[in-house]
Nanobody, 121 residues
Framework: QVQLAETGGGLVQAGGSLRLSCAASGSNSRISGASWYRQAPGTQRQWVAGITNGGSTTYADSVKGRFTISRHNAENTVYLQINSLKPEDTAVYYC???????????????WGQGTQVTVSS
């Protein structure tokens, strides 16, 4: 059974930084591609960044230059570094990853439970 666990959210002042982590648990699992999304109250979930199995990255225009997505394959973890935080970055941040089960060769998509980021002005 694969689970994604996001950590690293919190309350920070505008201009501060956070690093969010998304770790996949479960035996014989490996994250291939992954994305981070965010959802502010009363809005739809919004894609913010993605990373491929090969490490190529893409970003939403609204976060380019401030957000950095990365991965640590040995730890089966994807990160989102958020700098120069703004109040409008306040949201629940979700990780979505395609996870390969090496035992079966099957890949499935999983979501984490989300981590709250709150930015005060």
């Amino acid at each position: 059974q694969v689970q994604l666990a996001e950590t690293g959210g919190g309350l920070v002042q505008a201009g501060g930084s956070l690093r969010l982590s998304c770790a996949a648990s479960g035996s014989n699992s490996r994250i291939s591609g992954a994305s981070w999304y965010r959802q502010a109250p009363g809005t739809q979930r919004q894609w913010v960044a993605g990373i491929t199995n090969g490490g190529s990255t893409t970003y939403a225009d609204s976060v380019k230059g401030r957000f950095t997505i990365s991965r640590h394959n040995a730890e089966n973890t994807v990160y989102l570094q958020i700098n120069s935080l703004k109040p409008e970055d306040t949201a629940v941040y979700y990780c979505n990853a395609n996870v390969l089960i090496t035992r079966t060769g099957l890949t499935s998509s999983y979501w984490g439970q989300g981590t709250q980021v709150t930015v005060s002005s």
